[in-house]
């Protein structure tokens, strides 16, 4: 008798610690060993499982290459770690250095709840690494600064031809595909809704330089809120649609736009905005505060809802200019420092390559070369109705975009032309095409 008590316990100590066993497992992801490769440029570590993108975060493997071999449904990490999920890759004191190709598989349902944490995405804290071809679908990231669906803080990180959709929630530096660093964007896109307090954008929080991308999905912040970005460098042959709101510094492309490395004024070149802007103060369609080189560049105060490009004071007969002396190479505001004369001028452009832009004027006599004014940068704006946008009538009203290598015309608004279908609306034949505005 007392030996089956003895067995009967031990099977119920064993039953018990079993269910701790498997209650365990479903709670922390199990790494396994990667399906093939060495980590090397060459012969990348193959991820084919949850378990081995998870594993991308050890430490033996964070200057290693990997692709993606398999799409990956992420939808038992909701349940990871006590409810906060996947543990991003890289962090501040363990920096992900290798690169990560996703091939063009998919991970969905990837969830991240760790909001009294910083750095926060796929990719916590990145630096001088590539990460292509990744698509988020239906992601819920959720973190406190520097939160983004693809890397929550990147510094020279290349991101290219890589999506997300989902939801992305976070405090400051806010963003759908990166929340903030110095990372450069090309050929991604953004379906995402993104919720922060400052630095808050479509596709990046803060910086970065972004060519042929978009966000669609909606954005809410408080201060430095913009439909792409929320502080800008550089921005080239892009586009955001989606509703747009804020406080202070409220964009439907850019919240704020930001000096270069260089001191150079950031670059917004061939780009539209067309979703509603909401702001209290400094909103505006394209920009919030500060302008920028502006080239070839659209709005529209019929879709925003505002009738201003730029929420900061600005007016494009009257610019702040300052004096150069041609003799000694000395520059001098006119007028005091605390009260800069508004002077109304005539606009040249000297010099108009992409890396820098001036504005050329001449005051006094105008056979008197002696003095010569540079002032703000380049600012090429034009205000549409949302038919003029769209359809053929985009060839005519915005033609100044590249419709042969960049753009394409559609049944809606322009599109980059690395989206498919391509051309599914031909260039009209006529010349002029009514419009009723």
Known sequence: MEETHIFYN???????????????????????QFAEGDGS????????????????????????????????????????????????????????????DGQGFVISNLVINRTEDDHIGLFGVTSESVIKHVHLNDIDIHG???????????????????????????????????????NQVNYSYSQANVNGHNYVGGLIGSYGIITESFSTGNVTGNEIVGGLVGANLYIH????????????????????????????YAVIVQSYATGKVTGDDLAGSLVGNRIANMLSNYWSSQSSGR??????????????????????????????ES???????SITTSRTNLDRFYQTAKYGSADDPSIQLFGPPIVDV?????????GQNAWIYMHKLDFVDTWQL????????????????????????????
């Open 339 to 345: 009260n800069r004369e508004r002077l109304p001028v």
């Open 307 to 336: 009738d201003n490009w730029i929420g900061s004071n600005y007016n494009n007969k009257l610019l702040y200019l300052e004096k150069v002396s041609p003799s000694n190479g000395e520059e001098e505001w006119i007028g005091s």
């Open 237 to 264: 042959s892009s586009y955001a649609t989606g509703n747009v709101a804020g406080n202070s510094r409220v964009g439907g492309l850019v919240g704020e736009n930001e000096a270069t490395p260089t001191g150079d």
């Open 382 to 390: 034009e205000d549409l109705a949302i038919n003029q946008m769209q």
């Open 41 to 100: 440029k060459n012969n990348p570590y193959q991820v084919a499982t949850l378990e081995q993108l998870q594993a991308i975060g050890e430490s033996d493997f964070l200057d290693k290459h990997f692709i993606q071999t398999e799409d990956i449904d992420a939808s038992v990490t909701i349940n990871w770690e006590g409810g906060k999920g996947f543990r991003p890759i890289g962090s501040s004191s363990s920096v992900f250095s290798g690169s990560y």
């Open 144 to 182: 406190r600064d520097w939160v983004g669906g693809l890397v929550g803080s990147g510094h020279s990180v290349l991101i290219e031809y890589s999506k997300v959709s989902g939801q992305i929630i976070g405090n400051n530096y806010v963003g759908s595909l990166a929340g903030g660093g110095y």
């Open 10 to 32: 031990w099977i119920k100590r064993s039953r018990i610690v079993s269910l701790i066993f498997s209650f365990c497992l479903l709670s922390v992801p199990a790494y396994a």
């Open 410 to 437: 559609t049944d809606g608004y322009p599109r980059l032309r690395w989206e498919s279908p391509v051309d599914t609306v031909q260039a009209p034949d006529a010349a002029i095409i009514w419009v009723d505005r």
